[in-house]
């Protein structure tokens, strides 16, 4: 069974503008998290999303937003980027019931210019 | 809020060394808790988990015991390898309605040499 998949897996944008990163879960899993990790910051809660409904959001600005699509697919944004987005966006999805095994994909480096 | 508090890196050992990783929470409820390996250049693994008190978790030679009177899970091997290079993170689930939602310790930096 295919793992967790985000694309792209490296980014460079500069200040301003906006992004787009995406994550296909394991086939079957329904329920997708989005986190943010930094050196500072270390790794961050951004939103988790299960039958294209957000279920719970971290402490992020409005400038990130994310989404679901009916074949569990998700997609984050970042509008209005700034220096400090730099980071590794990590997803991870798992089966509804079985939230404590979460699946991990490899991140996408975003780099903000 | 929850909280996970690791002990700080970055941790040198020769190979075949003992390994302890300390880690503490601070949590409302009753939490499930994980520690998570990252390799360069990838993502989280799931090293190993424990759901309810006592629970020990146990994976690749690595163990950690969900302790509720002391608020810890401390990662332990007994003998490491130079292949278990990696940051180790420690984490919580309070689960309800958090649902998914972890929350990580600062990760600590293992190198092992040879």
């Known amino acids: 069974k295919a793992g967790v998949t985000q694309t792209p897996r490296y980014l460079i944008k500069t200040r301003g503008q906006q992004v787009t990163l995406s994550c296909s879960p394991i086939s079957g899993h329904r329920s997708v998290s989005w986190y943010q990790q930094t050196p500072g910051q270390g790794l961050q809660f951004l939103f988790e999303y299960f039958s294209e409904t957000q279920r719970n959001k971290g402490n992020f600005p409005g400038r990130f937003s994310g989404r679901q699509f009916s074949n569990s697919r998700s997609e984050m944004n970042v509008s209005t980027l700034e220096l400090g987005d730099s980071a590794l966006y990590l997803c991870?999805?798992?089966?509804?019931?079985?939230?404590?095994?979460?699946?991990f994909g490899p991140g996408t480096r975003l780099t903000v210019l | 809020g929850n909280s996970v508090t690791q002990m700080e890196g970055p941790v040198t050992l020769s190979e075949e060394a003992f390994l302890t990783i300390n880690c503490t929470y601070t949590a409302t409820g009753y939490p499930s808790l994980f520690w998570y390996v990252q390799y360069p250049g990838e993502g989280l693994q799931l090293l190993l988990k424990?759901?309810?008190?006592?629970d020990k978790g146990s994976n690749k030679g690595f163990e950690a015991t969900y302790r509720k009177e002391t608020t810890s899970f401390h990662l332990e091997k007994g003998s490491v390898q130079v292949s278990d290079s990696a940051v180790y993170f420690c984490a919580l689930r309070e689960g309800g309605t958090s649902y998914g939602k972890l929350t990580f310790g600062q990760g600590t930096i293992l190198t092992v040499h040879p």
């Open positions: 424990a759901t309810k008190a006592d």
């Open positions: 991870a999805s798992s089966l509804e019931g079985n939230t404590d095994t979460q699946y």
